[in-house]
């Protein structure tokens, strides 16, 4: 599904405000900027609370590309005894672990963990 949205030739400023222009560039379609490998790539939705110390949150959408390979530290999708959850992937001294605050799980002792993909980007409301 292509989705298309007018996308405005002029930047947003962050700071003062600026004089608005009604100037629209061209469309723009989400997918050629949020996806990068489409028959590897997915979404899924967040539930619970456990991630929101890396901005991930409760409802939030999550696009996730299974053809990467996680990097210390990179948020992935993982199938934990049946279960699929949102965990930071972790190295340290030779070991991977997933964790989401306290918790660990280290992915050697752990046969039935597997990463099911990265996260690229985090969909979220801001009200």
Do not use: C
Not at 31 to 38: D, E, G, M
Not at 43 to 55: D, E, L, P, T
Request: aromatic share 8%.
């Amino acid at each position: 599904m292509k989705l298309k949205l007018p996308f405005y030739i002029h930047k947003v400023g962050a700071g003062f405000p600026s004089p608005a222009t009604d100037y629209i560039e061209d469309d723009i379609d989400l997918n050629s900027h949020l996806i990068k490998n489409a028959p590897a790539t997915f979404v899924i939705r967040v539930q619970g609370k456990s991630m929101h110390n890396v901005g991930i949150y409760d409802g939030d959408l999550l696009v996730v590309d299974r053809s990467i390979n996680p990097k210390n530290l990179s948020t992935i999708i993982a199938n934990v005894n049946e279960e699929l959850v949102v965990k930071t992937f972790l190295k340290e001294k030779n070991r991977n672990y997933l964790t989401s605050g306290s918790n660990k799980i280290e992915l050697s002792e752990n046969p039935n963990v597997i990463i099911w993909g990265v996260v690229t980007y985090v969909i979220h409301k801001l009200y």
